[in-house]
């Protein structure tokens, strides 16, 4: 990875997300980088990220997977760095059942 500072770091130094917030101390701190035209990032799973069976728990594969795709979408905005891109809102692809 990169010497320099992660996308994170660069964007938002006081975000306390628990994936990649660089002011949380018992987060993950994950950092994302742009190495020409991708973004990637390392995330070694600790022991108590087990979910009982053998495997990494869920949750936190969403939360890096989460935390990591909002730093590619924002590592590549066209508005330039510390901005936030303005996505025209869209229906939900999620739906439910009443």
Do not use: W
């Amino acid at each position: 990875m990169s010497a320099s500072a992660s996308i994170q770091e660069s964007l938002y130094p006081e975000l306390t997300c628990y994936g990649c917030g660089h002011a949380n101390p018992h987060g993950f701190r994950l950092r994302s980088y742009r190495e020409r035209d991708l973004t990637v990032a390392d995330f070694v799973p600790r022991p108590e990220h087990d979910n009982g069976f053998g495997f990494v728990n869920g949750g936190i594969i969403a939360t890096v997977l989460d935390c990591h795709g909002a730093a590619a979408v924002m590592g590549r905005s066209p508005s330039g760095a510390g901005k936030t891109p303005r996505v025209p809102p869209r229906r939900s692809l999620l739906r439910h059942s009443t």
